[in-house]
């Protein structure tokens, strides 16, 4: 049994450009044991570390263009002889980090221990080490589809001889496959069911961003109603006076602004007013276990906490909210940690088009991969609110920057800015309007990608016996990580149903039967 260390906000990498983050489940570092023992055999097994490799189609309409080789992780820790086998995919990220996801630290390993199941972790194609070609030039990228993505799961269930004893009679037409995701990946297990339903008998989506969204500006509702509401109005008040300063013209003020968050150099006012969402998008990163030294907290302890005095619900106004803002980033080290002492434009520009950032094709470089789906089929630009909706975005930061940066890291796809086709994607995998047999869907109050799930505020959306939806007072994926559902009853209420469920659906299934 394997235990995560407490989760950590680590100051990431220096980037050319920061981007959003992306709709990840989320990782923490899993404490390893070297050993791995059988619960029912005692039998010692492979460290879960141990990879595996498996020949993946390059085209799935087109098996004579070859394979690829595709890594995948798995351990039969609580395998029995009849027993499930448990798939996840972390799905937008190299897989290496999420081993951890094979173990009942998360809610993958429950269903493995509660049903005497096997667990696998697979990396998704052009992430990790799972790459078709050489590179990830436009090119290549053009078998980087959510639909080979689902052939591919689909694919490997029903061809692959997993390394455990009886592991060539596990196909799901002789045992149950359960597929479980997280926020992409979790969209990618119900598109699974929908599209392709006759593989994987249940699936678990968790904070499953099922609805492809251009403008997704609801991103950041989720965090303007949950985070505290002292620094919901001060940032709403500041973000408003900021924006006017830049509307005003006023080359001295303006100059003023952006030497007090220490972005003297940044020349584009939508890049000095867009980055002030990385205080935002670290909302993501919380979880019930969090406590309030998280980073998004710290910054909103900066904004309210004034001699040693909390705001009221209304903030202490613009004026002290902008000073106390530019300090956070400044003498505070937000801007050094966000950007580890790069030039503020180095880092936060994105209009250089000649930065490594936008020009480097090699291989295991997430963001690229991200961005390409991003461009193409799934949008989710995330910036300012509709005019006369309160904002904590910048009214700068609009889906017209986004898709200009499409055309700078694709330039030999996109011509001009492209509007992701996200109409093709919804009528694909039926979004909102997903209806499926076996579907359990888990939710978080608190997520800020709960906009695209069946969850959000834009619909309202029915749960039914067979498909379904719970929700906890959770962020992004809580429910995926063992560990939350001891800190709140809520998140622990959304596993035991999802673990009910999917007990009550399994013992139903019979051999030959999938859908």
Known sequence: MLTFLPALLLAPL???????????????????????????????????????????????????????????????????????????????????????????????????QQQHGATIVIEHRYYGLSNPFSDLSV?????????????????????????????????PSKAPWVLVGGSYSGALTAFIKVNKPDTFFVGYASSAVVESIVD??????????????????????????????????????????????GMGD?????????????????????????????????F?????????????????????????????????????????????????GSYNTSQSFWTDTSLNNADRSWMWIVCTEVGFFQDAAPAGYPSLVS??????????????????????????????TNAAYEGWNLKAERLFIANGQSDPWRYATTSSGFVNIASTPEQPIAEGNGFHCSDLLTENGGVDSTVLAVQNQGLAVIGKWLAEWKPGSTH
Not at 399 to 410: L, N, W, Y
Request: aromatic share 12%; hydrophobic share 40%; proline share 9%.
């Open 14 to 112: 220096a980037l050319a450009v920061r981007l959003p983050p992306r709709p990840l489940p989320p990782k923490l570092p899993p404490s390893l044991k070297a050993e791995v023992q059988n619960v029912h055999t005692g039998d010692t097994l492979p460290p879960i570390t141990t990879v595996y490799t498996f020949q993946q189609l390059i085209d799935h309409d087109n098996p004579s263009l070859g394979t690829f080789t595709q890594r995948y992780w798995t351990t039969w820790e609580f395998y029995k002889a009849g027993g499930p086998i448990v798939m996840f995919t972390p799905g937008e990220d190299a897989a290496d980090p999420y081993v951890g996801y094979l173990t009942n630290a998360t809610i993958n390993g429950q269903i493995a």
């Open 139 to 171: 090119a290549s990228l053009k078998y980087h589809t959510i639909q080979q993505a689902v052939d591919d799961l689909v694919y490997f269930a029903e061809n692959v001889v997993l390394p455990m004893p009886g592991g060539d009679q596990v196909a």
């Open 216 to 261: 997704f500006w609801g991103y950041f509702e989720p965090i303007r109603l949950f985070m505290p509401k002292n620094c919901s109005a001060d940032v709403q008040a500041a973000i408003a006076h900021i924006d006017q300063v830049f509307a005003s013209g006023n080359t001295a003020a303006i100059s003023a602004i952006k030497n007090s968050f």
């Open 266 to 298: 940044v020349v584009h006012p939508d890049d000095v007013t867009g980055s002030l969402r990385e205080n935002l998008w670290d909302w993501q990163s919380l979880q019930p276990a969090s406590g309030p030294g998280a980073t998004f907290f710290q």
């Open 300 to 348: 909103c302890d900066a904004l309210e906490v004034k001699n040693g005095v909390s705001a009221p619900a209304s903030g202490w106004g613009a004026e002290h909210a902008v000073a106390a803002w530019g300090d956070f980033w400044t003498t505070g080290g937000y801007l050094n940690l966000i950007c580890g002492g790069d030039d503020a434009e180095d880092c936060l």
């Open 395 to 424: 009214r700068l930061a609009q889906i017209s920057g986004d898709e200009r940066q499409c055309v700078q890291m694709f330039p030999a796809a996109f011509k001009t800015p492209p509007t992701p086709n996200v109409g093709k």
